[in-house]
């Protein structure tokens, strides 16, 4: 059974600094690896897709990286704002089903 | 194509109520799942049809939970008797065929049950 943890379970940093989300799988025989944000009370936003045959994906200050060997997953967010605090959530796409972690609450402070 | 939609975005309920969700997946999406996320965790398999069939269900689902998807289309998912429990977002996703672990999520109706 496909188990994700994300660490920390919460992050609070000043706004501008760079920072990392670390997203860990138990079972390497994944298809793919989602990164999404999720607002207070709302659903679900993409924010980048990694292919398993990937080791990383860039989308404007976001980058994630994936190392399936490992089992390791990260999401690298450059010149943090305020915009960005929300809860960001790891999501592994096993054959059929997707399993995800609990998320990482974000709060960037002005 | 619109994506994923869901109906309602909001539902409040009282304890006892029945209520019922309806998804429309991506046409021509063969596959469509249900997730349920509680406040603070993941959101968590709860059962997924292929075209008309339902393949699976996650124990998560008791038997007060219902879900369909009549003619392969759209699908619903039926709470009866509500608790305090059951409140939570209720997520929706579909996949194309020969891809399921390619899901595209819906927005999510978030149900509270009072």
């Known amino acids: 059974k496909q188990e994700v943890t994300q660490i920390p379970a919460a992050l609070s940093v000043p706004e501008g600094e760079n920072l990392v989300l670390n997203c860990s799988f138990t079972d390497s025989a994944i298809y793919n690896l989602q990164w999404f944000r999720q607002d207070p009370g709302k659903g679900l936003t993409s924010l980048l897709l990694i292919q398993s045959s990937q080791r990383e994906q860039t989308s404007g200050r976001l980058n994630a990286s994936l190392d399936k060997s490992s089992g390791r997953s990260t999401l690298y967010i450059a010149a943090s704002q305020p915009g960005d605090s929300a809860t960001y959530l790891c999501?592994?796409?096993?054959?059929?089903?997707?399993?995800f972690g609990t998320g990482t609450k974000l709060q960037v402070i002005p | 194509d619109t994506g994923v939609s869901q109906d309602p975005r909001h539902k409040i309920t009282k304890r006892g109520q029945n209520v019922t969700f309806r998804c429309d997946p991506i046409s021509e999406h063969n596959r469509l799942y249900w997730y349920r996320q509680t406040l603070g965790q993941g959101p968590e398999f709860l059962t997924y049809?292929?075209?008309?069939?339902?393949?699976?269900k996650s124990r998560l689902l008791s038997d007060r939970f219902s879900a369909e998807r009549p003619k392969g289309s759209f699908s619903t998912l039926e709470i009866q008797r509500t608790e305090q429990g059951d409140s939570a977002m209720y997520l929706c996703a579909s996949s194309p065929s020969g891809r399921p672990y390619e899901q595209y999520f819906g927005p999510g109706t978030r149900l509270t049950v009072t």
């Open positions: 049809f292929q075209n008309e069939a339902q393949l699976e």
């Open positions: 999501a592994v796409g096993g054959y059929q089903k997707v399993t």
